[in-house]
């Protein structure tokens, strides 16, 4: 949605069978599931708008409790996520608790990955601020210098985030952005997780004057393939692929992100060995 008199932006998303292939993953503790829903919200949020064909990708690196999060969207709205905790640390009940144990010393990285050529750009700043919201929010007003808020809220098995952002250059209604932030502030959990998104804009942002775009579908993508795993298995180097054969054991390989096993079994290996990477089949959940 645009408010064109106040020149900013307002996108909002909603999370449902994303998180139920998340769920998939296992048994990760609340925390970590409620980080990486807030992580894909913002991904996915931030991904819309951009003229960018390929992925982006938010990371967050840290000593804390959380040791690393990722959250990749593409520009059709392809989104998959991964998180992993340090196993020394306890973790805390929520995922507040779980950025409080960040620190100092924790990155956030952003990074635009686009399909076939062209120029990787990345960003890496602090993570400041006491969620992962505000950490991104601190970034866009001081590396694009456009101001942006983020309302996330994660339910059980939904969760729906708005943002707002200004868009470069003079705004003609100057209060139009404090009156924003005001409106959005006041949009509660409940009404993000329970309204649609039309009926929640049109709620908060009525008396406003507003251009509204289609909404555009998000859902569970992984790009993992036996082919990029097999390729993951030659950068290993010969020894460590002669030393597998060796073994004579099957290599079990887990997509971190859709759980997906890629098994090679001792021919395969040798396929690889041989410049063949990998045969058909050979694959198991
Ligand atoms: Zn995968």
């Known amino acids: 949605m645009l408010f064109e008199e106040i020149n900013a932006r307002c996108v909002y998303v909603r999370l449902e069978g994303v998180l139920a292939e998340l769920a998939k993953r296992g048994d990760d503790p609340q925390a970590a599931r409620e980080l990486l ?5 913002i991904a996915a949020l931030m991904s819309s708008g951009i003229k960018f064909s390929g992925r982006l990708s938010l990371q ?3 000593q804390g409790a959380l040791k690393l999060l990722v959250a990749d969207c593409t520009d059709s709205g392809g989104l998959r996520g991964t998180v992993a905790l340090n ?3 306890t973790v805390p009940a929520s995922a507040a608790a779980l ?3 960040i620190g100092q010393g924790g990155v956030v990285t952003l990074t635009l990955d686009p399909t076939g050529k062209g120029q990787r750009w990345q960003g890496i700043v602090p993570l400041e601020g006491s969620t992962l919201a505000e950490a991104i929010a601190a970034y866009f007003e001081r590396s694009e210098q456009l101001p942006t808020r983020f309302r996330l809220a994660v339910g059980r098995d939904r969760a729906a985030a708005l943002m707002i952002q200004r868009m470069p250059g003079p705004s003609e209604d100057t209060d139009g952005w404090n009156r924003l932030e005001h409106l959005l502030a006041s949009a509660t959990a409940q009404e993000l997780l329970d309204l649609d998104g039309q009926e929640l804009m049109h709620r908060l942002f009525h008396a406003e004057v507003r251009r509204v775009f289609p909404p555009r579908a998000l859902s569970f993508y992984c ?7 097999a390729e993951v298995l030659l950068g290993l180097g010969p020894t460590e692929l002669a030393d ?3 073994q004579d054991e099957p290599v079990d390989v887990r997509c971190q ?13 040798v ?6 990477s990998g045969r058909a089949g050979g694959t198991v959940h």
């Open 99 to 101: 950025v409080e144990t």
């Open 87 to 89: 196993e020394q640390m």
């Open 257 to 269: 992100f859709c759980n997906q096993n890629y098994r090679f079994d001792r021919l395969d290996l």
């Open 223 to 229: 790009p993992c393939s036996r082919h990029r795993v």
């Open 244 to 246: 597998m054969i060796e």
């Open 271 to 276: 396929a690889l060995q041989h410049g063949e």
């Open 37 to 41: 829903s807030e992580g894909l919200l």
């Open 60 to 62: 967050v690196r840290s």
